[in-house]
């Protein structure tokens, strides 16, 4: 027999057809059908949607009919049963019926129409896990370490290629059931990767293995992850309204004290760069009482909340901040130790005189016009705030210069004028405003003749 015949025969064993087949769509109806090559119809136009065959020795087109897509053959047969909600899911099916390969061997995701649930068929259509699942989705790696993620009662798990709940359905999205599928491939241990999860019936955060058991009980309001390849030591936490840090075996790392996630995260950062535990505190309020202080990267305090606000130390190490106590604010010490009495009243004005501690100035280098609570007159003070011109004057402003030549605007008997260090006026109070008896004092501490 010549070699022309022996193709031909091929061509007939393989039950290829050998009268072309052209996609067509039929502009009467809008469905999709194939021509031969003398344009009639070789499969009659009935799909929905269609391509074009493909493959080698057996061909198949991936055609959608009732919603549903499946392969049929160069005759027209469904070889791939319509129960694929994708194109790309039919075509897998086709690739595996051109290979012919055993039907079960590998199986699909598909939804029962009766009863809206979704189970796993072979490409035939047939059940091979019945449609029991909420949810499912195309199964992931090979025999016998394959899985896919199902869906039960709104949680995502996974099954083995026989069925088999290999992780627990405690996951929230289909992708972290999936990513746990991976790492039980991976046969990772259990304590490696964790995921936080959400309780059902309290509504709190916790985290559980990669067999959706938990490990970390739940017990937070909102979590964040151990890192993008969650194999990071330590993740923020939120309970009772405050964040903190726990390590993967959930042991406490820092209180749940600070009010971002950020901040808990900063501290955690003063950790890991091994600084002193004594070096570093940040201001925070006490949630039962809201008064405020200092803790240290633990959340414990290193300064105990009784002030009514606080602000941060320089860096956060610095050695002096401000407090406020009874409406007025004083600056303090790295130890709690207040460096001036609660006079200020601005923070601002008691983070001056403790800048000024801070540099070892001269006690009275500068003063500060304070406000007598009681008197309501004015005076000055030094750093410490203790008064050093007395409070009789009905207003007072800052000093023009620090030292030599200084010279503050004052008011008394209802007109402005200046005082030098020791209170008494180089510029007589006959101004009617502060600025005027600036402009003033500015001349007489330059020397200017008036």
Known sequence: MNRSAWVVLLFIAMGVSSVAQTLAINTSNKLYGYRNSDGGWEIAPQY????????????????????????????????????????????????????????????????????????????????????????????????????????????????????????????????????????WINGRHYDTWLYPTQDKSTKLWG?????????????????????????????????????????????????????????ADYALLQLEHQRPQTDWRLPVSDPETNKWGWVDYTGEWVIEPIYQAATHFTNDTGLFATAKLEGLWASIGSDGTLLSRNVFILSSEA????????????????LYPIQNPETKYWGYVNFKGDWVIP????????FIYTWNNRAAPAQMDGKWGCIDHTGQFVVKNIYESSSEAQTAGLRWAQKTKF
């Not at 409070?391 to 402003?397: L, S």
């Open 351 to 366: 983070w001056k005189a403790g800048y000024e501690w801070d540099n070892e100035q001269e006690l009275g280098h500068w």
């Open 48 to 183: 929905q949607y269609a391509y074009p065959f493909e493959g080698h020795f057996k061909r198949f087109a991936v055609v959608k009919q009732d919603r549903f897509w499946g392969c049929i053959d160069v005759r027209g047969q469904m070889v791939v049963r319509n129960i694929f909600l994708t194109k790309e899911e039919a075509e897998v099916a086709g690739k595996e019926w051109e290979k012919g390969e055993e039907p079960g061997k590998w199986v699909y995701p598909a939804q029962n129409p009766a009863s809206e649930k979704w189970g796993f068929v072979d490409y035939y259509g047939n059940w091979k896990f019945q449609p029991v699942y909420d949810g499912a989705s195309r199964f992931e790696g090979k025999d016998p370490m394959s899985f896919a993620a199902v869906k039960i009662n709104e949680r995502w798990g996974c099954i083995d290629g026989k069925g088999v709940m290999v992780v627990a359905p405690v996951f929230m999205r289909r992708e972290h059931a999936t990513n746990a599928g991976y790492q």
């Open 391 to 398: 409070p009789h004057f009905e207003d007072a402003k800052l």
């Open 207 to 263: 985290y559980v293995n990669y067999l959706g058991r938990w490990t970390i009980p739940a017990e937070y309001e909102d979590y964040d992850y151990f890192g993008s390849d969650n194999n990071y030591v330590y993740a923020q936490v939120k309970k009772g309204g405050r964040w903190g840090t726990i390590d993967r075996h959930g042991n406490v790392i820092s209180h749940c004290i600070f009010f971002t996630r950020e901040d």
